[in-house]
């Protein structure tokens, strides 16, 4: 099923990647799973966007109502809501996600099942990656060229997923398969602000690693605020399991979704920035050679096509590097699950 509103345009993707910086910006954005507690206040927000011409929100239920909804809101952009259509001939097998796909420069995907209390990121993996398999294989069928940001967790492994899938369709472009780990800077620009009496605009957290527990390792040698070693510890600890308390606050409904909506859509804006030629650099979660981790989430510079350069990771504190060593075993741990996931 299918719903469009007005004047959906079908700009060529390519036409449109010629922009110039000065040139009005005008791109689709297709968001996967956009019925969810992500995905529909994520759709909201590059509803708003200055930088959407063209939003597809894709779902296996809900999506013709998100669309039309938000089709009322008087924004340049035009939206459009799919779900999977059955099979038709000629046999395509993923009419919804084609209709979707077709022309996207930037595919979020916040598609899978969110944590309850008690579980781990992991916890998710055997439902999570079979939806984000099939969606990378769409994207790699209907929008090769497109930048693809996942949000479905388990990051750690969603990412390894989706690259070996775009591997063995011949579509692997390292540059074009990010995992956003945006939240986890926000949450420490948040807390740090908080504790330092700052006001959190000027605050920008550089976090490293990957997106759980651990993994997540916030440099807040950098900041240039003073804090005791209890302060440190409290503040690097809450920063690594952030969603946890949200997990527990909404127990039982779900995971972080307002907060990672905002995340998701100040990290697609920005993709969508750096192709029109704005200069940008925030972190993200990107095939590497900064670790022996093959993916690792660093500060990275955004170009037209993507991931332009990854910025190098400079010196850790003895405190961050102590994590830093926790952190790598259990990294490539979780990415090398991914990656048995497609090959097994
Ligand atoms: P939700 O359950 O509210 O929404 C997920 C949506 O995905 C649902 O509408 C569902 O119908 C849809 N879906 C399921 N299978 C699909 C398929 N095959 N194709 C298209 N859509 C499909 O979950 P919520 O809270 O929106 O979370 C989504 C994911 O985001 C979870 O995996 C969660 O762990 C992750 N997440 C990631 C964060 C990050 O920082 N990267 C932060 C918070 C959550």
Redesign the pocket.
């Given at each position: 099923m299918f719903v469009k509103n007005l004047a959906a345009r079908s700009i060529n993707a390519a036409a449109r990647r010629a922009y110039s910086a000065s040139a009005p910006s005008s791109a689709k954005v297709a968001v996967?799973?956009?019925?969810?507690?992500?995905?529909?206040p994520l759709s909201l927000l590059c509803k708003l966007s200055p930088e959407v011409s063209e939003l597809s929100c894709?779902?296996?239920?809900?999506t013709p109502g998100v669309a039309a909804d938000l089709s009322h809101i008087p924004t340049k952009s035009s939206t459009t809501g799919s779900l999977?259509s059955p099979v038709s001939w000629p046999l395509r097998g993923n009419g919804g996600?084609e209709e979707t796909l077709s022309g996207a420069d930037v595919v979020v995907i916040?598609?899978?099942?969110?944590?309850k209390p008690g579980m781990t990121?992991d916890d998710?993996f055997n439902t999570?990656a079979?939806?984000v398999k099939?969606?990378v294989e769409g994207c790699a069928e209907f929008c090769p060229e497109a930048v693809i940001a996942?949000?479905?967790?388990?990051?750690n492994s969603?990412v390894p997923i989706a690259a070996e899938v775009l591997k063995k369709a011949g579509k692997y472009n390292p540059k074009k398969l990010v995992?956003?780990?945006?939240?986890?800077v926000c949450r420490a620009n948040t807390f740090v602000a908080n504790s330092q009496g700052l006001d959190p605009k000027d605050v920008d957290v550089t976090v490293i690693g990957g997106?759980a527990g651990i993994t997540i390792l916030p440099l807040f040698s950098r900041v240039g605020a003073k804090f005791s070693d209890e302060e440190l510890e409290a503040i690097t600890v809450r920063t690594q399991f952030g969603?946890d308390e949200?997990v527990a606050a909404k127990a039982g409904a779900?995971?972080?979704?307002l907060?990672?909506a905002y995340?998701?859509y100040i990290f697609t804006e920005n993709v969508l920035k750096a192709m029109r030629g704005e200069g940008v650099v925030q972190c993200a979660f990107v095939e590497s050679d900064l670790t022996d981790a093959e993916f690792f989430a660093s500060p990275v510079r955004f170009g037209p096509n993507g991931v332009e350069e990854i910025l190098p990771l400079g010196d850790l504190s003895p405190y961050e590097q102590q994590w830093f060593d926790k952190m790598m075993p259990e990294l490539k741990k979780q990415i090398a699950k991914g990656k048995d996931f497609v090959s097994a």
């Open positions: 996967l799973g956009a019925a969810g507690g992500i995905g529909q894709y779902d296996i239920v809900g999977p996600l916040p598609a899978g099942v969110p944590r990121r998710l999570n079979s939806i099939t969606l996942i949000i479905s967790n388990p990051v969603t995992g956003v780990t945006t939240l986890d997106h969603g949200v779900g995971s972080a979704t907060s990672m995340a998701g």
